[in-house]
């Protein structure tokens, strides 16, 4: 059986996000899903609606998700890599070439963004 893993924020879900995950799990058995906590959300500028308790809720409540772990850095890829015996690495095609040096450790894949749907686009309409 082939372990699959993505990351993300994960705010703010919609069906975009469940395009991918369901995609995602699709090239393997298993899915592994790193989510943003708060604290990395901070060190990226970044802030989620939602805590990293409830995204963690939300996503564990999805049937293509099999396990969710915390993201606290953009140096722990390699060790989850690693610890989880990884096979298949899937990001959105946005981030195209920014996770190769994962090769050497698995298949590394970047796939489509569903048109038309994102968390930037959801907030821009929001504050219209």
């Known amino acids: 059986m082939r372990k699959v893993i993505t990351y993300g924020t994960f705010d703010l879900l919609h069906w975009g996000h469940i395009n991918l995950l369901k995609r995602a799990r699709e090239l393997g058995g298993k899915l592994i899903v790193g989510l943003s906590t708060d604290e990395f959300n901070d060190k990226k500028n970044k802030h989620a609606y939602h805590s990293y308790e409830n995204r963690k809720f939300i996503l564990e409540s999805i049937r293509y ?20 015996e990884i096979d ?3 990001m959105g095609d946005d981030w195209q070439g920014q996770f190769d040096f994962l090769k050497d450790y698995c298949e ?3 796939l489509p963004r569903t048109e038309g749907i994102s968390t930037t686009k959801i907030k821009k309409d929001l504050y219209k």
């Open 65 to 84: 998700v099999d396990l969710v772990i915390p993201e606290n850095s953009w140096e722990q890829k390699i060790d989850d890599v690693i610890k989880y």
């Open 108 to 110: 590394v894949i970047y």
């Open 88 to 90: 298949v690495f899937v």
